[in-house]
């Protein structure tokens, strides 16, 4: 069966510092890979998303970037994190054919200080 | 914008009651519906979906009804169980390799 991972868990960062947070999938191949943000009273916001290695799409302008160093590793970062950037952050994988459901992560919550 | 809308941010319903959470949607061009549960510091999970050619799914004690020409799905449950309190999002698009999301509903089912 397919499993995703998270980590860290929960991050508190000061404003300014590096970002690191990683995202891996078991049990599938060549999966289309995405990182959300749900901000604090708003919906889930799509930040990047990932069809194969090295292949990086940006929904939204912003401090952040993603990278995808294996097939089923994604990686988002900042070099400089902003107040703004606080939220809750989540890793979801989608088969690359059919019609099923995009399967999240347990999720990383930032806090920006 | 907002491409998908929940309109309502919370609904509180009675232990064995129906709970009807309700979602918008803009773009005619979307095909695949679903909803998640989330609970607190936990990622979504999926719950159930339905496709454009369907106005119905059911699955137990869940069912979500689509109106293409209204743009407007909405998820039934019933009855509704105190386990059942969460926040539910509502998500469409093309497909489900590209999902919009709405901002949830959380819904609280009171024993």
């Known amino acids: 069966s397919q499993t995703i991972h998270q980590w860290p868990a929960t991050l508190v960062q000061p404003v300014g510092s590096p970002l690191s947070l990683e995202c891996t999938v078991e049990?599938?191949?060549?999966?289309?890979l995405y990182w959300y943000r749900q901000a604090a009273g708003r919906g889930l916001q799509l930040l990047f998303y990932?069809?194969?290695?090295?292949?990086i799409s940006s929904e939204v302008p912003q401090n952040l970037s993603a990278s995808r160093p294996q097939d089923r590793q994604f990686i988002l970062s900042s070099k400089k994190l902003l107040l703004s950037d606080s939220g809750f952050y989540l890793c979801?994988?989608?088969?690359?054919?059919?019609?099923?459901?995009?399967?999240f992560g347990p999720g990383t919550r930032l806090l920006v200080l | 914008d907002q491409q998908v809308k929940q309109n309502s941010p919370s609904l509180s319903v009675q232990e064995g009651r129906i709970s009807i959470l309700n979602c918008d949607y803009t773009?005619?061009?979307?095909?695949?519906f679903l909803w998640y549960k989330k609970y607190p510091a936990e990622g979504p999970t999926f719950l159930i979906s339905?496709?454009?050619?369907?106005d119905k799914n059911e699955d137990g004690r869940f069912t979500v009804f689509l109106n293409k020409s209204a743009k407007h799905l909405s998820l039934h449950i019933v009855p509704s169980q105190p386990g059942d309190s969460a926040v539910y999002f509502c998500?469409?698009?093309?497909?489900?390799?590209?999902?919009?999301f709405g901002t949830g509903t959380r819904l609280t089912v009171i024993p």
């Open positions: 049990g599938t191949s060549n999966p289309n």
């Open positions: 773009n005619s061009m979307f095909d695949y």
């Open positions: 979801a994988w989608h088969p690359p054919a059919g019609q099923e459901t995009q399967y």
């Open positions: 339905i496709s454009s050619i369907k």
């Open positions: 998500a469409s698009g093309p497909g489900a390799n590209n999902l919009f």
């Open positions: 990932s069809v194969g290695i090295g292949q």
